[in-house]
């Protein structure tokens, strides 16, 4: 059974540059979840969908952007990108409801350059 | 702002001594609180996880304990063995905010042979 899988594993951009970061949720999971770890940090919540709509939004700029498809994998798009977005990008997958074990994929490292 | 804080920030332990981790919350409505281990280079994975309405909970060599006047919980980790040098974050989150996770900032353990 495939566990949460995002891609690009790495991406190199150049400031102003945007991004598109992908998610595929575990099987049956309905609710994808974005967090941003800064390096030596905890990671930070961006952004929750379940069932293709916004349920949660952290303290990020208009520049952050997501989106939820049928199949219940997800997009993360950042624009502008700024040298502080350099980041390891996380996404979570959970059933939503009562269960509320999160299960993280093994991310995506952007660095901006 | 943090809301949850976590200590020490590093430690070293032994081969086969006990390894624990504090954390400590503001937020009252938080109502689930996980661990979480995370290797460099990989996303997080859930390790043990514990609700309000218990004291502690034990997984093996892994033990949360729950302090819920204090907000504070703890992680406990007997016998430790070099493959758990890695770097551990306690979370909390709650229903009414949708169960997004805020973390704390992480503690990085080495255990040494």
């Known amino acids: 059974d495939a566990g949460v899988t995002q891609s690009p594993t790495h991406l190199i951009k150049t400031r102003g540059q945007q991004v598109t970061l992908r998610c595929s949720p575990i099987?049956?999971?309905?609710?994808v979840s974005w967090y941003q770890q800064v390096l030596g940090q905890g990671p930070q919540f961006i952004f929750q969908?379940?069932?293709?709509?916004?349920?949660g939004r952290g303290n990020f700029p208009d520049r952050f952007s997501a989106r939820q498809f049928p199949n219940y994998s997800s997009e993360l798009n950042v624009n502008a990108l700024l040298l502080g977005d350099s980041a390891l990008y996380l996404c979570?997958?959970?059933?939503?409801?009562?269960?509320?074990?999160?299960?993280f994929g093994q991310g995506t490292r952007l660095t901006v350059v | 702002q943090q809301q949850v804080k976590q200590s020490p920030q590093s430690l070293i332990v032994q081969k086969g001594g006990i390894s624990i981790i504090n954390c400590a919350y503001e937020?009252?409505?938080?109502?689930?609180f996980p661990w979480y281990q995370q290797f460099p280079g990989k996303g997080p994975a859930l390790l043990i996880a514990?609700?309000?309405?218990?004291s502690e909970k034990k997984e093996g060599r892994f033990t949360i304990s729950f302090n819920k006047s204090a907000k504070q919980f703890s992680l406990h980790i007997m016998d430790s063995q070099p493959g758990d040098s890695a770097t551990y974050f306690c979370?909390?989150?709650?229903?009414?905010?949708?169960?997004?996770?805020?973390f704390g900032g992480g503690t990085r353990v080495l255990v040494k042979p």
């Open positions: 937020n009252t409505a938080f109502d689930y």
């Open positions: 514990i609700r309000p309405d218990v």
């Open positions: 979370a909390a989150s709650s229903k009414a905010a949708g169960n997004k996770l805020t």
């Open positions: 969908y379940y069932e293709k709509e916004e349920r």
């Open positions: 979570a997958s959970t059933l939503w409801g009562l269960n509320t074990e999160a299960f």
């Open positions: 099987s049956g999971h309905k609710s």
